[in-house]
């Protein structure tokens, strides 16, 4: 019997961990999303512009910067 309930644990062990290392891999994936304010309204005019720089643009915080073909830049090469 109790070689049956240390099976059954192994099992469950097992199980949990695979969910927990598939949740940890999927949360990881970068996730492009659309924009915020569509880009040719934010280079409509200089207001626009003032509006998306003060209520989005953190340059302070961490980000990932994508170039036209969405592969990440460096922020460097930024």
């Known amino acids: 019997m109790t070689n049956k309930v240390a099976k059954i644990k192994l099992i ?3 199980i949990c961990a695979l969910l927990i ?3 940890n ?3 990881q994936q970068v996730k492009i ?3 915020v304010i569509e ?3 934010i280079l409509d005019d200089v ?3 003032l509006y998306y720089d ?3 643009l953190r340059l302070s915080e961490d980000f990932i910067a994508y ?11 930024l």
Request: proline share 9%.
């Open 67 to 77: 170039d036209q073909t969405l592969k990440p830049i460096t922020k460097d090469r």
């Open 39 to 41: 880009p040719s309204k």
């Open 47 to 49: 207001m626009h512009w």
């Open 21 to 23: 290392l598939f949740i």
């Open 25 to 27: 891999v999927e949360t």
């Open 12 to 14: 469950l062990a097992s």
């Open 54 to 56: 003060r209520g989005y």
């Open 33 to 35: 999303g659309k924009p």
